[in-house]
């Protein structure tokens, strides 16, 4: 008998990739969305909102689901936080919950609905980042030296729950990821170098490092990159992003690999 996935979807081109490797493991699919996504409507998926998230445990029961799994970007909110952890917890929230936080509630989804989390790495794992070049210019020793150093302050961060990625100048922290995200982050390390902020030294290269948080269950918000992530890195002046292997998810691998070998941008999968 196949399983039966419920798959909350947010936004991004990581959705229809997952929807492909669950069809082709079997999986009889259920999929929620939320937001507008005009390129499932084939699907039949049911809309709810993080506002309202009744709408979603009763899809997942109905439909009978074994596991559910998330992919795609979400936003949260304090307020969206705060009414989740109410919702979930059955008592009036105070305050706003970190993304740690986050996975209690998932663990918690799991007890209301009889279904088991799933990490979207084990349903497509071929999106997994495997260790070496992965895309643009073999890198040399200044920038490997620097890219385990981005993703060891990448961690530390974590540590933090601020977010899963660090820039850094040779051995100097520039700018970490917080709750605006990746894009967010490199639009910053962009206006630090129009402000002269960031030099580019032969000896400093900017590498971008991201990686899962410290204790981070995988099934929750696992880190990922995009050939968007390769643009805006050669638009702030990135020369390297460097990835945890067999932890971050690589969205549209060959765009990736094409997008870093046109615009010189090394992409790097280390193992933490």
Same mark, same amino acid.
């Given at each position: ?10 936004s991004?081109?990581l ?7 669950a069809?082709?493991?079997?999986f009889e699919l259920?999929l929620l969305?939320?937001?507008r996504?005009?390129?499932? *409507?084939g699907?039949? !998926?049911?809309?709810f ?6 709408t @979603?445990?009763? @899809?997942?029961?109905?439909?009978? @689901?074994t596991r559910?799994a998330? *992919?795609?970007?979400?936003s949260l909110?304090? =307020? =969206?936080?705060?009414? %989740? ?20 509630l998932?663990?918690?989804?799991e ?6 989390p ?6 497509? !794992?071929?999106?997994?980042a495997?260790?070496?070049? #992965?895309g643009?210019?073999? !890198? ?7 890219a385990r150093?981005? #993703?060891?302050?990448?961690?530390? *961060?974590g540590?933090l729950?601020l977010?899963?990625?660090v820039v850094?100048?040779?051995k100097r ?10 894009d967010?982050? %490199?639009?910053?390390?962009?206006w ?7 030099a580019?030294?032969?000896a ?7 990686c899962p948080?410290?204790?981070?269950? %995988? ?6 990159i995009?050939p968007r ?7 702030s002046? =990135? ?5 945890a ?9 060959q765009a990736?690999? *094409?997008t870093a ?10 193992t933490?």
């Open positions: 008998m196949a399983e039966r996935l419920a798959l909350i979807a947010g991004g081109a959705v229809p990739e997952v929807i492909a490797a069809r082709e493991k079997g259920k969305t939320l937001g996504r005009h390129d499932l *409507a699907y039949e !998926p049911v809309k909102s993080l506002a309202n998230p009744q @979603a445990v009763e @899809a997942i029961r109905a439909f009978g @689901a559910f998330m *992919a795609g970007g979400v909110s304090d =307020v =969206v936080r705060e009414g %989740l952890a109410s919702y979930f917890s059955g008592a009036p929230a105070r305050q706003s919950i970190g993304d740690t936080s986050i996975s209690d998932v663990r918690r989804l007890d209301m609905t009889g279904a088991k799933m990490g979207v790495h084990e349903i497509a !794992p071929d999106l997994l495997g260790e070496g070049t #992965l643009g210019p073999q !890198p040399d020793a200044l920038v490997l030296e620097t150093h981005a #993703l060891t302050l990448a961690r530390q *961060a540590a729950d977010g899963q990625a850094v100048a040779g922290a520039i700018a970490a990821e917080d709750v605006g995200g990746t967010a982050l %490199l639009r910053r390390v962009r630090l170098r129009f402000r002269g902020l960031v580019d030294g032969n400093s290269p900017l590498v971008l490092g991201k948080k410290p204790d981070q269950p %995988l099934f929750v918000d696992m880190p990922a995009g992530t390769v643009e805006n890195a050669r638009k002046g =990135v020369s390297a992003i460097a990835v292997a067999g932890v971050t998810l690589l969205i549209q691998r990736i690999r *094409a070998d046109r615009l010189g941008v090394s992409v790097i999968g280390l933490l």
